[in-house]
T-cell receptor, first 110, second 113 residues
């Protein structure tokens, strides 16, 4: 059974910092790994999807990497802004569906 | 383009009452999912559907039933609500293809007293 872990559970940084969020998973037999953003009281918005054959994906200030052999993914956020404050979740895709981590709650202070 | 729409947004039930949560998507997606989100536990899959008229159990199906009579709608039913079903429920959909991204609704916050 796939286990997805995100550490830390919460992170607070000053505006302008570059930061890395971590995601680890136990089963490397995945179709892909997705990073999502969740704002309070809202659903999840897909940020990046990395296919199992890929090593990284980039979108604007976001860069996600995938290392299946070590069971790890990172989400890099450059030049963080207060508007980046949200909970970030990673999820791995399998034949039976997706398995989610519990998320990292990010606060970017002005 | 509305995407994935969930109704209602909030609901309070008494133990033993029943209700149905509605999910509608306008993206012609084949796959639809119901998740529940509880503090510190991430999202857990309740039931899912890979096409009209088909449903399957997920990780935590007990106490819930689903139906997919139309491709665009996926209903989640609670026949006899219990306090353990207090949660935020999310519907999601995606297209065919293993690398199609998942699209989520805004959730239904359910409290069972």
């Amino acid at each position: 059974k796939q286990e997805v872990t995100q550490i830390p559970a919460a992170l607070s940084v000053p505006e302008g910092e570059n930061l890395v969020l971590n995601c680890s998973f136990t089963d490397s037999a995945i179709y892909n790994l997705q990073w999502f953003r969740q704002d309070p009281g809202k659903g999840l918005t897909s940020l990046l999807l990395i296919q199992s054959s890929q090593r990284e994906q980039t979108s604007g200030r976001l860069n996600a990497s995938l290392d299946k052999s070590s069971g790890r993914s990172t989400l890099y956020i450059a030049a963080s802004q207060p508007g980046d404050s949200a909970t970030y979740l990673c999820a791995t895709s399998h034949p039976g569906g997706m398995r989610f981590g519990a998320g990292t709650r990010l606060t970017v202070k002005p | 383009n509305a995407g994935v729409t969930q109704t209602p947004k909030f609901r309070v039930l008494k133990t033993g009452q029943s209700m149905t949560l509605l999910c509608a998507q306008d993206m012609n997606h084949e796959y639809m999912y119901w998740y529940r989100q509880d503090p510190g536990m991430g999202l857990r899959l309740i039931h899912y559907s890979v096409g009209e008229g088909t449903t399957a159990k997920g990780e935590v199906p007990d106490g819930y039933n689903v139906s997919r009579l139309k491709k665009q709608n996926f209903l989640l039913g609670l026949e006899s609500a219990a306090p353990s079903q207090t949660s935020v429920y999310f519907c999601a959909s995606r297209g065919t293809g293993d690398n199609s991204p998942l699209h989520f609704g805004n959730g239904t916050r359910l409290t069972v007293t």
